[in-house]
């Protein structure tokens, strides 16, 4: 099958692959019938995502059409049109239990694609105990606000440090405490602590 790879550092190409096998009793094999490039594939082609490594398949805002399930599959069918969600998750950690998927802890869950290593890496030695990934949310009900600041709190337990990117302003306003990263037109970064 043919698909969209990144090769090198800002380079990606059409590349031939073997046909996907249903490896775990969970997994589902998708035919992409149409796919996005999102931004954070634009952030692999940059050489920013170290667990993008070279030939890893880009493209994952998708939908098609399923051909095979495993086992333990329920809720699709060979046949039935679906879109495909952008992360992958257990459901059954910690944070897919609280609802927050995209933090999966799970080996091969979770969006992040390995940004606390990145991070990690690139801050001067600071060690995140964790990552918190709100991708996606503009805003959040007051509901979900809460939920979300419960599970902060869960996971800061202990005086853990925790990463969290994060485009929901209510959010960052009821973080006491934070060193806060920010990009500069120049292509470097700004740090400021806030007590």
């Known amino acids: 099958m043919l698909t969209y790879t990144y090769i090198s550092k800002g380079n990606f190409g059409l590349v031939e692959k073997p ?30 995502v170290p667990r993008a490594v070279e030939g890893i398949t ?3 805002e998708m939908v098609g059409i399923v051909e095979e399930v495993g086992s333990a599959v329920t809720h699709v069918s060979p046949g039935d049109r679906v879109t495909v969600n952008v992360e992958t998750f257990c459901g059954e950690c910690f944070f897919c239990n609280k609802g927050f998927v995209n933090n999966c802890t799970d080996r091969n869950g979770g969006w992040a694609l390995g940004l606390s290593d990145e991070i990690q890496s690139s801050a001067g ?36 440090l925790v990463g969290i990117i994060s485009h929901v302003a209510e959010l960052k306003e009821r973080i006491d405490r934070q060193i806060v990263v920010t990009k500069e037109k120049s292509g470097g970064s700004r740090v400021k602590i806030r007590c």
Not at 22 to 48: F, M, W
Not at 141 to 158: F, N, P
């Open 58 to 60: 880009v493209g994952h």
């Open 125 to 160: 030695g600071i060690r995140l105990d964790t990552m918190f990934v709100d991708e996606g949310f503009g805003s959040l009900d007051d509901e979900s606000l809460g939920q979300a600041m419960r599970a902060l709190r869960d996971l800061a337990e202990g005086n853990r």
């Open 19 to 48: 046909k996907p096998r249903v490896l775990h009793e969970r997994d589902a094999i998708v035919k992409v019938t149409l796919a996005s490039i999102c931004s954070s594939d634009l952030h692999i082609k940059h050489g920013s």
